[in-house]
């Protein structure tokens, strides 16, 4: 029997199949490169972001016998999803629903289905094609609870604004998500119309510094200052994904790279009185000049999930120095012979930066004892269920 692993799940094809269709007989398979009526316009899958890895997977898993497309947009149980020709409103077939183990198994914003329309532009997703990159945070408050952004992202646009958001400490923790992610991150810093030029230019050194080898671009939507530089870094097919505070003006970028009023937008005063954000969920977007944009509800927090690789790369000056202290197990205290605490007097490294470096790893160490207590618990749990059908069977009640 044909096989279908889809994230880990193992879906027998045949059931897939012939568990809740609705629908007699497979229609349509949509063609790439389709060519729409001249007063439509065309678009191809390849637009939405479409590519080699995905149609060597469909193929191979025999998920041609479906249509494929991507989910643009998430409410509750329900999902947005697009194709080269138009929207479904979609939900989970059951058996993708029951046997999920994690969030991780269901879609997110960003993933491509595999789908069967079962009605005019109502569809049933039946499997999530793997992903090429996961952005993901620590919930808020919620020990080790995982919340999916955004997925198959390529690039994430960072934006932080020169106002009363700049924070060069949030930007070495969003930094090491992009890193963990494996997305490659851009630096958006906002509002440059509402400071002194000479401001800016401290701003700006005071970032490099700190963070290196990462494209920063300073950008007013109000004079429209920085806004052809990102468009001339957008690549057709390619995925980018807005993060930051609410308020920083990542909608309204959005609206000017778009030429369009796509997204709500607010002032700051008026959602304050409101209590919530402007952008209230996720949302992908795909602009004409080439891009597809993953818009997101301003983020109060980013908590770092298991950041090990991504922490590196963002603190690497700092770890490889570690490497150089007299005693192995060093707690750059104030042990001699410390390279991290010689680097600092000297000013190659910034005492910031490295206050910042030692509460990421905390937080970091952290999650990863409640992630290991949570699989105790699970452990404990299968182990108390296995002795209880054990002592059944013994005592035959
Ligand atoms: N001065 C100035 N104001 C801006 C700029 N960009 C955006 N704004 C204003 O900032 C406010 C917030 O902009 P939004 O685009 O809604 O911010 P957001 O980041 O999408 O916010 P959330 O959706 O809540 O996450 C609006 O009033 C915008 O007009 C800018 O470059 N300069
Ligand atoms: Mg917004
Ligand atoms: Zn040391």
Sequence with gaps: MQKVVVMGLKIDFKNLLSLENPYKSLKKIHILNVVLNKNQTEMKLEDLGYNK????FRKQQN??????GRVI??????YVVKTSITEYDAELIGNLRFTAESRYDLPAVGDWVAFSEYNENKALIHA?????????????????????????VDYALIVQSVNRDFNINRLERYLTVCNTSNVEPII????IDLIEEQVLKVLINDIKQRIKDVVLIPVSNQSNIGLEKILSFLKKGK????????????????????????????????????????????????????????DNPGMREIG??????????????????????????????????????MAIEKGEIDSESYANFL????????FELSKEEKRKKDRNFGKMIKDIKKQRKQNKY
Excluded: W
């Design 53 to 56: 890895n995905l149609e060597t």
């Design 63 to 68: 998920l041609d016998l479906f249509d494929i």
């Design 73 to 78: 947009a998430e409410h509750k149980d329900r």
């Design 128 to 152: 999530v094609y793997p992903r090429h990159s996961i952005i993901e945070r620590q919930a808020v408050g919620k020990s080790s609870q995982i919340q999916i952004i955004a997925t198959n």
């Design 188 to 191: 958006i810093l906002s509002k």
């Design 239 to 294: 995925t980018y994904c807005l993060l930051g505070s609410s308020g920083v003006g990542k909608s309204t970028l959005l609206n000017k790279l778009s030429g369009q009023e796509l997204m709500t937008t607010d002032e700051i005063s008026a959602r304050v009185d409101r209590g919530k954000h402007v952008t209230t969920h996720r949302e992908l977007i795909v602009l004409e000049n080439g891009g597809i944009f993953i």
């Design 304 to 341: 770092i999930t298991d950041a090990t690789s991504g922490f590196e790369i963002t603190f690497n000056d700092i770890i490889e120095l570690a490497q150089s202290c007299k005693f192995n197990d060093c707690t750059h205290n104030n042990e001699e012979g410390c390279a991290i605490q």
């Design 359 to 366: 509460k990421i790893e905390k937080e970091k160490s952290f």
